[in-house]
Structures are given as C-alpha cells and as structure tokens.
C-alpha cells in the first residue's frame, strides 16, 4: 500500500511519466507483433509490419565490403574508400547490380504510412504463431480488439481508462 499519487506517478499507464526515450527491446517488438497477429488478424498484421529483405533473399547481393572490393577489383576500380563509396562506385559501374544495403534502403523507402520494417529474425518469431492465429480467430468469432472504455469513478472521483484486447459481438438481451 502506498500513497496513491506516488502510485500514479510509478503506475505503467500514466503515459504522462513514461520517458520518451524508453527503448523499444526485441521482446516487446515480438509482443506487439503477436498481440496485431493473434486479435486483429493476419490482414492486419500483414498491413503493418514488412520483413527487412536478407542476403539469404538475394543471393546474388553484395553484402559486405569484402563483396564490394572483390567486384571492384574483378573489374579493375579502386577499392579504396568507405562503404558508401565502395558502393557509389559499384553502381556507377552497374546500375542494375544487387547490393544489399540499397535493397534494405529502397525497402525503407517503400513502405506505406504506419507500415514497419522488421529484422528478418524479429519477423520470423512474430511469424512463428501465424498457425496458432489462424486458429484463434475462428475461437474469437466476431467482434473487436482494442476497444478503449473510460469511465468516471465517483468513489475516487477521477477518470478511468481501460484498453480491452478483444470484445466479442453478443447479442444485448432485455
């Protein structure tokens, strides 16, 4: 038991106390993939997030710049000089030549308004319960995910806020 105002000010939902800067870990990331997949749906999660592309996806990329030099110097240019350089000068060669940072740049670049791009690895583990959503949505029937209620408390006389993760449409009797 403490003192309420103490408790408000600690309290996880007093978005007034939470530090902008509060870093975003992989653990959240997934658990905020898999909240989107499992109860707003697949439409839903495929419409936010996007799988950053890898070199296993392209296997024919440039990746490092070991990749860089040797193409280069295949090719009788320099390759001296700081990745993007290195990179510059591949292109200049070859506009058409697959190098994986302009790939993940240009993949950055498509995404649409409130879309996502994930590390391949953060993706996979989000993806992993994709089955288990298929599923979940058949159990859920109908209805909605994220439904915020607020209310007024008369006993403490404040404002109160509750964010549901899923309400299921049920016919209202009486």
């Keep these: ?3 309420p105002l103490e408790y408000w000010e600690s309290a996880p939902w007093n978005y007034d106390a939470i530090k902008e800067d509060e870093e975003e870990t992989v653990d959240r990331l997934i658990g905020s993939g ?4 499992l109860l707003e749906g697949e439409k839903a999660f495929d419409a936010a997030y996007v799988k950053e592309a890898t070199a296993e996806d392209y296997p024919e990329a440039l990746v490092n710049m070991n990749d860089l030099r040797d193409w280069l110097r295949e090719r009788k240019f320099k390759t001296g000089g ?6 510059d000068r591949c292109v200049a060669a070859d ?4 190098i994986l940072d302009r790939i993940l740049m240009q993949q950055g670049e498509a995404l649409k308004p409130g879309q996502r791009l994930l590390k391949a690895s953060v993706y996979d583990e989000i993806d992993r ?3 288990v959503a298929k599923r979940v ?3 859920l029937g109908k209805g909605r995910s994220e439904v915020t209620v607020v209310w007024h408390d008369e006993e403490w006389g404040c404002l109160c806020k509750a964010r549901i993760d899923w309400i299921g449409n049920a016919p209202i009797k009486g």
Excluded: A, C, F
Aim: glycine fraction near 4%; proline fraction near 13%; charged fraction near 30%.
């Design 1 to 3: 038991i403490i003192d």
């Design 34 to 37: 898999r909240h989107k997949l």
């Design 82 to 87: 700081t990745k993007p350089e290195l990179i």
């Design 95 to 98: 506009p058409e030549i697959q």
């Design 129 to 131: 319960v994709r089955p």
């Design 137 to 139: 949505s058949g159990w």
